[in-house]
């Protein structure tokens, strides 16, 4: 029973579509992040809703908008996306200041 | 801006010997810190960690020690095994930061049998 799933995968599309990727996670985990790994290799924290509400947006375009419609999901919508915004995108959930469990990531080609 | 670096991008050790995986931070304010371990096409699981009012932690045959006066931290994986072989990422995180991860750039953990 995976702890952090996230659907779909993998996800090649075309620049100017709008895309969705869903996370969800069984763990009873109050805190959830999306966190993006770009060309560099690097992670870096993109959103992280606690309890529904968001309380970390970093520096990301507004054409990221996530949504977190209970404390167990939280979905990432993408529109008008572009080359830059190929990635791998990996979701996580965490407790309290505890070390967070990832999801095993999205990789996403825009072509 | 770099707040946390890993300045070797892989690192090649025989089975059973000794690996030393080291990672630098900037921000003085960062209070503790993990290490997490990525095979590919999976996400990075949780390692170890250590507070910053500590200055070694231990788990079986991985130990993290931090040096807060150089700003530094090292994992040792003893003996190391084919297993381990993937990519480890050390993490930092400041107390008031609603828990927020900064990564570094990981190295690349080969142990060949």
């Known amino acids: 029973d995976t702890a952090v799933s996230q659907t779909p995968k993998y996800l090649v599309t075309q620049m100017g579509n709008d895309k969705s990727i869903k996370c969800e996670q069984n763990?009873?985990?109050?805190?959830m992040y999306w966190y993006k790994q770009d060309s560099k290799k690097f992670l870096k924290i993109m959103f992280s809703?606690?309890?529904?509400?968001?309380?970390i947006n970093e520096t990301v375009p507004n054409r990221f908008s996530p949504k977190s419609p209970d404390k167990a999901h939280l979905n990432l919508h993408i529109n008008s996306l572009e080359l830059g915004d190929s990635a791998v995108y990996f979701c996580?959930?965490?407790?309290?200041?505890?070390?967070?469990?990832f999801g095993s990531g999205t990789r996403l080609t825009v072509v | 801006d770099q707040q946390v670096k890993q300045n070797s991008p892989s690192l090649s050790v025989q089975e059973g010997r000794i690996s030393i995986l080291n990672c630098d931070y900037t921000?003085?304010?960062?209070?503790?810190f993990l290490w997490y371990k990525k095979y590919p096409a999976e996400g990075p699981t949780f390692l170890i960690s250590?507070?910053?009012?500590?200055d070694k932690n231990e788990d079986g045959r991985f130990t993290v020690f931090l040096n807060k006066s150089a700003k530094h931290l090292s994992l040792h994986i003893v003996p190391s095994q084919p297993g381990d072989s993937a990519v480890y990422f050390c993490?930092?995180?400041?107390?008031?930061?609603?828990?927020?991860?900064?990564f570094g750039k990981g190295t690349l953990l080969t142990v060949n049998p």
């Open positions: 996580a959930s965490s407790q309290a200041g505890g070390g967070y469990t």
């Open positions: 250590i507070s910053s009012i500590k």
């Open positions: 993490a930092a995180m400041r107390g008031g930061s609603n828990y927020k991860l900064t």
């Open positions: 763990l009873g985990h109050d805190t």
């Open positions: 809703y606690n309890n529904k509400e968001l309380i």
């Open positions: 921000n003085s304010m960062f209070d503790y």
